[in-house]
C-alpha cells in the first residue's frame, strides 16, 4: 500500500538547522510531484516547498525561499527538506505530500519545535 513516511523533525534552537527525510513506497515516485505543508497549532496547513517529479523544478513560500531547500533521490524514493535559520515561527507539524493530476497521498507528520 502507498506509505509516506516522514523522519528527522525534533526539537532545535532558534538559528539550528533540520533535515526532513520522507521515504515513499507503493507507489511511483518518480512521476510525482513532492510537496512539504506544515501546519502549526490553530493554524492552516500551508504550503512550504514543491519539486517536479524530475527536481528540475521548485518552488517556496516567501517564509522558507533562502533557508530551505527542497530535493529528491528518486533511486532512494525520498524526498528531503533541509531547513536552515530556524525560528520559533517555523515550529509546527510537517508533512510530506505526493501529487500528480488529482491523486494525492500524505505522510502522517513529523513535529518540528523551534525553541530555546
Known amino acids: 500500500q502507498v506509505q509516506l513516511v516522514e523522519s528527522g523533525g525534533g526539537l532545535v534552537q532558534p538559528g539550528g538547522s533540520l533535515r526532513l527525510s520522507c521515504a515513499a513506497s507503493?507507489?511511483?515516485?518518480?512521476?510525482?510531484?513532492m510537496m512539504w505543508y506544515r501546519q502549526a497549532p490553530g493554524k492552516e496547513r500551508e504550503l512550504v516547498a514543491a519539486?517536479?517529479?524530475?527536481?528540475?523544478?521548485?518552488r517556496y513560500a516567501d517564509s522558507a525561499k533562502g533557508r530551505f531547500t527542497i530535493s529528491r533521490d528518486n533511486g532512494k524514493n525520498t524526498v528531503y527538506l533541509q531547513m536552515n535559520s530556524l525560528e520559533p515561527e517555523d515550529t509546527a507539524v510537517y508533512y510530506c505530500?505526493?501529487?500528480?493530476?488529482?491523486?494525492?497521498?500524505w505522510g502522517q507528520g513529523t513535529q518540528v519545535t523551534v525553541s530555546s
Open positions: 505530500k505526493a501529487q500528480r493530476d488529482s491523486t494525492n497521498y
Open positions: 507503493g507507489f511511483t515516485f518518480s512521476i510525482y510531484a
Open positions: 519539486i517536479s517529479s524530475g527536481g528540475g523544478s521548485t
